[in-house]
Every structure is written in structure tokens, then in C-alpha cells.
């Protein structure tokens, strides 16, 4: 066959959580089930794009045809994402931590006190892409938002540098659950889709994307 509408595009993906490391037992993350992501990197690789999928840790099977790296943290994966270059394009879903904090070498044992977590901030991965000199041509954020959805994203696609932001209402039942409902934000204004399976909007951002590139 033709090989597809994205035959010989690259698609960077990122998605899950990020495990920051307390200790050797204990870790601070983001909730996200990584099924969003997940279905935008099988809905690419059906359309023939080459799919690379930096993972975070969850609970699900490589999608075919998608070339996955997983890690832990969000350094990782800022690494894992700058190797993975260059790509056409580069869809963000991942839940990064937004701070790491410093890891003992060792169990912290209970105390009196609980320990203080001294946190530094992780690098934020989509703004510095979407700045980087190997700029993928189409950059793609997520936002997570629990209320005034559009506006928060709106601002976000042009603080982070992004072309386009799926912004998600988050206010609901959409963490883990099957369905989702998204805001596409880009520079023309916002289109808000239906409330669809999460695999339905991979699908149409899918092609969204092929006929953006
Ligand atoms: O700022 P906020 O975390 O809400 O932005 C979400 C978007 O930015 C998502 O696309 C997410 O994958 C990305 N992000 C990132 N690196 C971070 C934080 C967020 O790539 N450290």
C-alpha cells in the first residue's frame, strides 16, 4: 500500500506520569493513567508515522508499531526526548512532575517529625522543545485543567511556545476513565469537540496532525 498518510513522518509521544524519587521506596507522581497518550501514538503509527513513545511507568501494553523508552523521572525523559530527535512533530500528554525532590540514599525511617521535602523545579519539557533549534514543526501541548479550561490553555499555548494545546476539562470523571472531552486551541481559536472515547480523539487528532504536516 501507500503506507499511509504519515508514511515517513516521525512523531514523538510522550505520556504517563513521572516518578520523582523520595527514597528507594517512596516517589512523588502525577495521576494519569497514560491511556490518552497511549491512544495517540497507535492512532499515528496506523496512519504510518514512525512513533516514538517516551513512557512513563503504567500499566499498559506498547501499542503496535511504536517504538517505546520508558522512564522515570522527568530528567529522563527530558533526555529521552532530546535523543529521540528530530521529529516532525511532537505530541506532549505526559503528566511531568513539576518538581524532584533530593533523593536519599537510604529508607527515611519514621521519626518524631515527618522529614521536610526540599523540591527543585523539573525542566519543563514542552517549553524548552518547542524553543529548541531541532524544533519539531508541529508542537502539541496538553493541558489538564479543572475550570476556566479554555482560557488557562489558551494561555499556556502561548507561554509554552506550542502551535497547538488539547486542553481537557478534568473537573469530571476523565482521570482513568474511557472517555474525554477536549478543547483544540490553536492559533486560528478553539474547537470544542464532543465528549468521545479516548481512542476516538486520538483517531481525529491523528488526522488532525496528518493534515497539518
Ligand atoms: O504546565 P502544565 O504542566 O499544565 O503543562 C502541561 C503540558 O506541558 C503537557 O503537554 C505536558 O506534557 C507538558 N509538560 C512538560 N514538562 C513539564 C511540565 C509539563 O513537557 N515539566
Known sequence: GDGGRLAGRHVLVTAG???????PVRYIANRS???QGYAIAAALARLGARVTLVSGPVALPTPSGVTRVD?????????????????DAA????A????????????????????????SE?????????RSPHRPRLVIG????????????????????????VANDVSGDVMGGPDNSIHLITANGVESWERMPK???AQRLAERIADAL
Open 17 to 23: 506520569p513521572t516518578h520523582e524519587p523520595i527514597d
Open 33 to 35: 493513567s497514560g491511556k
Open 71 to 87: 522512564i522515570e523521572t522527568a530528567q529522563d525523559m527530558a533526555n529521552a526526548v532530546a535523543a529521540a530527535l528530530p521529529a
Open 91 to 94: 505530541v506532549m500528554v505526559a
Open 96 to 119: 511531568v512532575g513539576d518538581w524532584r525532590a533530593e533523593t536519599a540514599g537510604q529508607k527515611i525511617k519514621k521519626g518524631d517529625a515527618p522529614p521536610t521535602l526540599a523540591l
Open 122 to 130: 523539573n525542566p519543563d519539557i514542552l517549553a524548552l522543545l518547542a
Open 142 to 165: 496538553f493541558a489538564a485543567e479543572t475550570e476556566h479550561v479554555v482560557d488557562h490553555a489558551t494561555a499556556k499555548r502561548t507561554r509554552k511556545g506550542a502551535d497547538w494545546i
Open 199 to 201: 481512542e476516538a480523539v
